[in-house]
């Protein structure tokens, strides 16, 4: 920190005219607030449009950020399509079991998490501007929506209304992604935080895992809620009672299959597609096992029926009337931004790794458009996921079209596959989600917050506890409330720091920071590090400066000395309002009656406006405020020799 | 706007040895969180305490602290006690009038009003330390309180219920204003800023003038709304009934005659007591002329029946349990927060009129305890009246003492004059209570807050309008709302400047703010004006400095010319979290790959510590952070004729 100032004897000295005083007071007008809102307004309407191009230009380049496919879609070659029809075959083998799972996650039927995996990725794949992402249903977005909307409709009671929910939600989830995107209001994704995220991701790890236990152990009654406690208990009781240990050990076996050839992939980085397929080996596996051995009349839980064929309309299933509109798109508002969050998050990685830029708004409109258009076609919340985006850059994809590649398949096994589902345990169901957890949880990352900022790291714990211990709602609102609280209370309660010269310059830095810098004697220079004055912390700051004003001066006093002049040095403080106008003018008011001269240096734009039209800089004198900290000492130093009494 | 730097040249040319670069890595570690939250626990526990004191004098000086009225008490002469004797009975003969007209307003029986003119200002003047305010029932308190209660229960239906009610929220005003005194929680107060409170009054005021039209009118049967629109129908279809203006020929002769003596009063400070007992006086004869004329026989409206003696206990009228405790403690606290406030407002400005100081904390733990204890006596949430208080100053009070006075004279006229009271036409109430308003409406402050600030302005238009359209919340609610938005969309849309050279100096500046400063060919420098680089900001940031150093790049590369490096200059962000950790990260690794230098200049001490911590200082290259742009600017300089590319 600290302020640094060149003495205005340099200025003079390299051939400077007017004094630098001047400069301070005869600055131009800042923009006043009805030229930043319009200008904001302008910047949203027309973001960065070169100028001088005719009406067909401008459509056509819209049309071409709209669907970014028409730009790199006229370059495409047939190499690139060879990666890509390997790489979205891939992601197909990993995307049917995990959709399967996740829409049992999300307590619908294993076909709608199947659909999920055919309309949203050919939307986003003619829309989106990621090249790597695989789009789809993903295990956050997926509790999240069966835990908010259960608690309004119960899925086992009434399945057909608890279902045209969640496509009433996701419904909403677009309209608030394509609304984000269109008003370019992607700053609220930004409210959360990434340590907020991580945490987040973590607990909601963990809480999926536990949700699994259900498939895993075949247990038939279980909780509606997520949080650990209740879950582990209502475990308790099931295994109190008869089970069957076969769904466990199929489960289990298959899990340990795929951690195996995980860790085989990772160990040769040419094996990745054995990753990949494992999920889908395990499903065949298993469903051939019980077929066979008929273990289904033995307790081993089975899928059973799966409709196929392409995804039905769903759009006389979405209400826009009724009691639960309202919760829906609150609902929806909170899918949203996650499903955002994580396919921002997910693309901005990649793209950074490959060395393009991705536009977040634009993203978030193609996102809105894939959940719209989803909702309407029987899909839940789709966004981008961590571990399929992940093989589908390790499978070598150049494009989105391996997206749709992905989805055709998806599109295939629904006509021709869904018969053989039918005796697929439900306890690999679970494997396979619960082999893709400790993607989400990343460890090394919340020790490298904690290592670079505990208050981060707090937020990233209240995240993690709130989820597990609460709800997901309770620990996203954890999160937002401590990174928030933070910002706030470094708002009204900024640092203030006493500067002291650099030995041998005029440079004035923090005395604390740089503990070789000297006091001048007879001269209190502060520093306030708050870049806005205001309402919120002018009397703390009032407070703060006149006590050690006033304590200086004692103590100068004590030392048979005395404190002539205090600099204010206001470089931070960006803007001010009238409260902390009236601050600085009780400030001035009170060191004037104890006879301590008042210098204000380097005062921002708007602050020294605001200052002239409040009539202050006349109270204070333009010749007390000064461009730098060294000129405010310069000026200070020659007064006190003036009064001859120079210490 | 501009940060400051000297040219390390100018460091080695007065003698010092090391090269500041190593200054900045070398900083020692600033204090961790865990010392920041002690250190705040420590200063919030023990104030300001002088080391090796004994047990026995820190108890007396808890003492003196908590009774100031010990510590002046010693040197009270009778000369202070002639002074205040007088100012207490000029304070009795206006706050006898007002208490009644305000206990009208909070459709409170007219004694509850004298009652509270009773306690509280006696448990104030042993406990305050303002020596100027005059404390009792005030108009905002009563209009916020009455609009607020009657939702809950309605007076006129159940007047005790009510009663209870307010006693209840009077109860729990005075425990938050207490708890916000006992855990220096003073800044909640700050939350308003000055322009909301401006607004707020302003339309309260206006508000309470509307609400008269009952008393003035003679009105029967009136709304519970507080809006204006609400209240204006009222009143049509009261007019459009048989009504009797004697009330209003009697309302308004007795204003005329109050804001007569006032203008009077303003004139000539010598008759500045006439202003004050006009009321008195108004009452006093309105009251012999209905009762000589029997005036009430033919429509005039009076008080009727005030019950006499001291305040009764309330201790077993206030209700811990029930179904409005919740809804009487968020009543509780609103008015603690307006109440405290105003009080604090008022305490100040004569505070710092006077010469001295006033410790808000303090303040809040008097008044707490003032209306905890009026709670228990039959009085409701009282504070500082600005009224009262100036005429207070005006009559020369010297000390607390005059709140005796008054609070004994009070007592006095409960003990033998409410009998009087009989006849006095509520007209006259209402008249004296549009007497107080013209003070609480201050265009002259809404003025210059236009001039000075536009954006407070509109937090002071919205918390007016919201008063006067909406409700009295409904105005706290907006002022609240526009104040924190303004702090929340500067924290996540912070300026960012580019910063010239002033012509000769090593004094870099915002170019926009200082015209005539110049760009150093080939290297681009950038000031991020946010005190905390953050998840909020730093996709933000972000993208706005890539943007402008490749649109900078491709400028300059069509003027033929290279851009060579980018100067940060963080001298403005005083923290970082892991977000714009990332986004440095990100910076310098784009930079690099287009070749572009990156360096930083002047991080503040939690962020450089956080750059070493997070190993960004090994990336970045510890030899491109500097303490100075000016070193920043000569290293890339240097650096860029190394290469043989100079331009």
Not at 212 to 222: D, T
Not at 304 to 319: E, T
């Given at each position: 920190m600290g302020s640094l100032a060149s003495e205005p004897a340099s200025v003079t000295k390299h051939g400077v005219e007017e004094p630098t005083e001047s400069w301070v007071l005869n600055t131009p007008e800042p923009p006043s607030l009805w030229d930043e809102l319009t200008s904001v307004v302008r910047k949203t309407i027309v973001p960065r449009q070169k100028k001088s191009s005719s009406l067909l230009k401008c459509s056509i380049s819209a049309l071409y950020g709209l669907f970014p496919i028409l730009r790199w879609g006229r370059n495409y070659d047939f190499k690139s399509f060879k990666s890509d029809l390997m790489a979205g075959l891939t992601l197909a083998s990993l995307g049917i079991p995990q959709s399967i799972g996740y829409a049992n996650l999300a307590k619908l039927s294993p076909q709608y998490g199947l659909y999920t995996s055919v309309v949203p990725p050919l939307i986003y794949a003619v829309m989106g501007s990621s090249r790597d992402i695989a789009i789809g249903p993903v295990a956050v977005v997926s509790l999240l929506l069966s835990s908010m909307i259960q608690k309004v409709v119960d899925p086992s009671v009434d399945p057909n209304a608890y279902r045209k929910l969640v496509f009433t939600a996701t419904f909403f989830a677009g309209i608030f992604q394509a609304s984000f995107g269109l008003f370019r209001l992607g700053f609220l994704v930004d409210f959360l935080s990434h340590a907020?995220?991580?945490?987040?991701?973590?607990?909601?790890?963990?809480?999926?895992?536990?949700?699994?236990?259900?498939?895993?152990?075949?247990?038939?009654?279980?909780?509606?809620?997520?949080?650990?406690?209740?879950?582990?208990?209502?475990v308790l009781v099931a295994v109190n009672q008869p089970w069957h240990p076969d769904n466990f050990l199929l489960g289990c076996s298959f899990l340990i299959f795929i951690l195996i050839t995980r860790f085989i992939s990772r160990r040769n980085k040419k094996l990745f597609w054995l990753a990949a397929v494992a999920p889908l080996l395990s499903v065949i596996l298993s469903t051939l096992m019980v077929f066979v051995t008929r273990a289904d009349k033995h307790g081993v839980k089975?899928?059973?029926?799966?409709?196929?064929?392409?995804?039905?309309?769903?759009?006389?299933?979405?209400?826009f009337t009724g009691p639960y509109v309202g919760k829906c798109a609150k609902i929806g508002l909170i899918c949203a931004v996650i499903a955002l969050t994580e396919a921002i998050a997910v693309g901005r990685s990649f793209a950074s790794m490959k060395g393009y830029q991705l536009d977040g708004n634009k993203e978030m409109l193609a996102m809105g458009f894939t959940n719209v258009a989803g909702s309407l076609t029987s899909c839940y919340v789709a966004t981008g996921s961590f571990s399929r985006t992940a093989v589908n850059v390790s499978a070598g994809c150049k494009t989105t079209i391996s997206n749709i590649v992905m989805a055709i398949t998806v599109f295939i096994a629904l006509e021709l596959l869904t018969r053989l589902l039918y005796y697929t345990p439900v306890a690999i169901l679970a494997s396979i989600i619960l082999s893709a957890l400790p993607g989400l949880i990343d460890i090394k990352e919340a020790c490298s917050i904690w290592e670079v900022d505990k208050m981060d790291f707090l937020a990233c714990l209240g995240a993690f506890l709130g989820v597990l211990f609460g709800s997901v709602e309770i620990g996203l609102l954890i999160a937002v409330a401590i990174s928030f609280f933070r910002i706030i209370i470094s708002s009204i309660r900024p640092r203030i720091e006493m500067l002291g010269r650099i030995q041998g310059t005029d440079i004035f830095c923090s005395m604390r920071q740089y503990p070789k810098t000297t006091e001048t004697p007879g001269i209190l220079i502060i520093h306030i590090e708050s870049s806005f004055l205001c309402f919120m912390n002018a009397n703390f700051i009032r407070e703060r400066v006149m006590r050690w004003i006033l304590d200086e001066r004692d103590d100068t006093e004590k030392a048979g000395k005395s404190l002539q002049s205090a600099v204010i040095d206001m470089s931070n403080v960006m803007n001010i309002d009238t409260s902390g106008i009236t601050v600085l003018e009780e400030i001035h008011k009170k060191l004037t009656s104890v006879n301590i001269q008042l210098a204000i240096a380097n005062p921002a734009w708007q602050v020294i406006h605001k200052m002239k039209l409040a009539r202050l800089v006349d109270k204070i004198g333009g010749t007390w405020i000064f461009l730098t900290v060294g000129e405010a000492v310069e000026a200070c130093s020659g007064a006190k020799k003036d009064d001859g009494c120079g210490c």
């Open positions: 907020a995220i991580v945490g987040f991701m973590g607990g909601a790890a963990i809480v999926i895992g536990f949700q699994q236990l259900k498939g895993l152990l075949g247990i038939s009654h279980f909780t509606n809620k997520t949080d650990v406690v209740s879950v582990i208990k209502a089975i899928i059973q029926h799966v409709d196929g064929g392409l995804n039905p309309s769903s759009a006389k299933q979405i209400q």
